[in-house]
């Protein structure tokens, strides 16, 4: 194992002087001593000031010697009172790196000051090894493909085939594993993900060689033998919370007299046409081209939600205000997540999301865009991540022992889902759940009224009441409310 050359000078220099000395002999440092130096970046943002960070060397293949090794890079902040133990983050994604916890951290470390703060970055992702050379910071567009880089990266992960492979959901659980057994220290210790993190997180309690003290799910997944809520589906849970939306309309008196005939009548019209073709106008003022995908788009935020209706009385009376609008009002409202792209290294990797979501996420990999146009007919809210999935082949890793296995032996686990969440729809957590509850898991869940996916940015005063509880072994409240005064700037 080789833990990060950033801070071995140290240790060096004292050893090449090879001074006598009659005092007592130091302490050897610890594996968490060695491998964290202060990070290069924490000067540049307010919020990094005083982390640290780590590069730590992994197996390519676990179980296999030989095989070669990934780096892991971990950023750590370190506990802003007396110490009492340690939370690990999981980004989302697949794809994503765990600067999306950045711009909201100093919030949490405050909420909870005695523990350490560990933040890695999944492989394959940010700072860690990538799945091709055209991904890694120092090519000509950085970590984010571009232009000629797609074709050579392409073709490096067919090429490498084996190599791909080894950037599954189980190494990257078993990074987990080894991350904390080389970097972890002593008191209570905790792990929590977001989205696909609470995956992840899901397949580390079944491999897991250390011990933690609980799991955090924010915005649980649904289980992979769920069929109807898989990654396949993620138009139908986008359409079936928009339609919630809507029936909030209609039910509102105000909102539904913006309507002639009411809102649900002239949103049926509306779609109705689109599917038809006749209204072609509209690909000319929405974002993509796709007024389905823009108002899926919309249901991300609690803000752009809100201005759903605004958008379909301008589709319908006005199309040609759309682009003003969409400027002006509904991207502000992701000013929270454009924040994240400010981070060096941070851009989503198309090529692991691809792998893993047609290799164990998307029960229907074989789809075609034909197909989900066919679905997709008669929806109102889609995502374009469903015919994105259609064109985006990637080299297929077979599923091992861990797809779909029971569990066993979990630890106390808290599910935080928000009754809005058009990614992770509510009833796959619940379902979910179920089979944790089923395999003897003591699970808590707190459902946030009105939350989107990713509770952690847009509710922290749920996430910090139910984690209190949860730490010191207390039931969390069954639901909370979304508090715009906690809300982060």
């Not at 459902?447 to 996430?463: G, K, L, M, R, T």
Request: charged share 20%; hydrophobic share 40%; with cysteine.
């Amino acid at each position: 194992m080789r833990l990060s050359h950033l801070c071995l000078a140290s240790s060096l220099t004292l050893l090449a002087a090879g001074c006598a000395t009659t005092s007592a002999p130091m302490p050897a440092p610890t594996g968490e001593e060695m491998a964290f130096a202060r990070c290069e970046d924490a000067s540049d943002f307010a919020e990094l000031s005083g982390s640290l960070c780590a590069m730590v060397e992994a197996p390519l293949h676990p179980g296999i010697p030989g095989a070669g090794h990934v780096d892991l890079f971990v950023r750590k902040f370190p506990a802003l009172g007396e110490r009492v133990g340690e939370i690990w983050m999981l980004a989302g994604g697949p794809g994503e790196t765990g600067q999306s916890y950045y711009t909201e951290i100093a919030g949490f470390r405050t909420a909870f000051p005695g523990y350490d703060v560990f933040i890695p970055d999944h492989r394959g992702t940010g700072q860690s090894t990538r799945l091709c050379s055209g991904e890694t910071p120092d090519s000509p567009a950085g970590t984010a493909l571009a232009g000629e880089e797609f074709g050579p990266c392409f073709g490096e992960i067919w090429r490498n085939s084996e190599r791909s492979a080894a950037f599954s959901m189980t190494n990257g659980a078993q990074d987990l594993d080894h991350l904390i057994d080389v970097l972890g220290g002593e008191g209570r210790r905790y792990v929590y993900g977001v989205s696909y993190g609470t995956g992840l997180a899901m397949r580390f309690t079944q491999l897991r060689t250390v011990s933690v003290d609980g799991i955090v799910l924010d915005s649980l997944v649904p289980a992979l033998d769920d069929a109807e809520l898989d990654l396949s589906h993620r138009s139908h849970t986008y359409d079936a919370v928009g339609r919630e939306v809507i029936a909030r309309c209609a039910a509102d008196a105000a909102c539904n007299a913006r309507f002639e005939g009411g809102v649900e009548a002239a949103f049926a019209q509306l779609i109705t046409e689109i599917d038809a073709g006749e209204r072609e106008d509209l690909a000319e003022y929405v974002p993509g081209g796709n007024l389905k995908h823009a108002l899926g788009m919309m249901l991300d935020t609690p803000e752009s939600r809100a201005l759903i209706a605004d958008a379909l009385v301008l589709a319908i009376e006005t199309p040609e205000a759309l682009p003003g609008f969409f400027e002006t009002e509904v991207t502000p409202a992701f000013d929270l997540f454009a924040a994240v792209a400010e981070y060096p290294d941070t851009a989503f990797s198309i090529t692991l999301a691809g792998l893993i979501g047609e290799s164990e996420t998307n029960r229907r990999p074989d789809m075609t865009a034909e197909d989900v146009a066919r679905e997709e007919a008669g929806m109102g809210f889609t995502s374009s991540l469903t015919t994105v999935q259609t064109f985006t082949q990637m080299p297929l890793y077979e599923r091992d022992a861990y797809f779909d296995a029971p569990y066993e032996n979990l630890p106390p686990i808290l599910v935080l889902h928000g009754d809005l969440d058009p990614k992770t729809h509510i009833e796959g957590a619940r379902r979910h759940i179920a089979d944790m509850r089923e395999a003897g898991g003591d699970v808590h869940l707190t459902v946030v009224e009105d939350a989107p996916h990713a509770v952690w940015f847009f509710a922290q005063n749920c996430v910090q009441q139910s984690l209190h509880a949860f730490f010191i072994a207390q039931s969390p409240a069954a639901s909370c409310s979304l508090d715009p005064a906690m809300r982060p700037s």
